[in-house]
């Protein structure tokens, strides 16, 4: 494993254990040359899939695109990053375990807004206002008052 610190390409493997929710292993290491120590996870890949754009082109999927996109709808909310990681960890075992080698990034969308939804209606909006492309203050409100309106039910 590269060291993030000075890029030399050993480093020893210090102390090994599963994440809390058994989805990845956690390895702190240990570089070989300047003794920095930094921390990997290592995930279960179950299958190569392709996300498939809007525009049509494929790109690999990318478990941290996911990530940032649901940390920065949640920045400031105090939602606890093992909340953040199962929602991210069940869209990819989703998207994974649908047995199809694309998906579209609508779906994967879709998914992302169904998860926030259930965990907090101030990130779902945030994460809905870029992934709906609001372009007006009214697309802001017509939608918050749909959320309000289910949640009241």
């Known amino acids: 494993m590269r060291c993030p610190f000075c890029a030399h390409d050993d480093s020893q493997v210090k102390d090994s254990r599963p994440t809390e ?19 990997t996870f290592e995930r279960v890949q179950l299958r190569d899939v392709s996300v498939v754009k809007s525009d049509g082109k494929r790109e690999s999927f990318e478990r941290s695109k996911i990530e940032k996109s649901v940390a920065l709808a949640c920045r400031k909310r105090g939602i606890d990053q093992e909340r953040i990681d199962q929602l991210v960890s069940g869209i990819q075992r989703q998207v994974e375990t649908a047995g199809e080698s694309e998906v579209k990034s ?21 994460f809905a206002s870029v992934y709906r492309d609001f372009s007006e203050a ?16």
């Open 106 to 126: 609508d779906r994967i969308g879709e998914m992302v807004m169904e998860g926030l939804r259930q965990i907090d209606s101030v990130a779902y909006i945030r």
């Open 138 to 153: 009214k697309d802001f409100e017509a939608f918050a008052i749909q959320v309000r309106d289910a949640g009241s039910e």
């Open 21 to 39: 929710d058994n989805t990845a292993i956690r390895r702190r290491r240990q570089c070989e040359s300047c003794g920095a120590r930094f921390t």
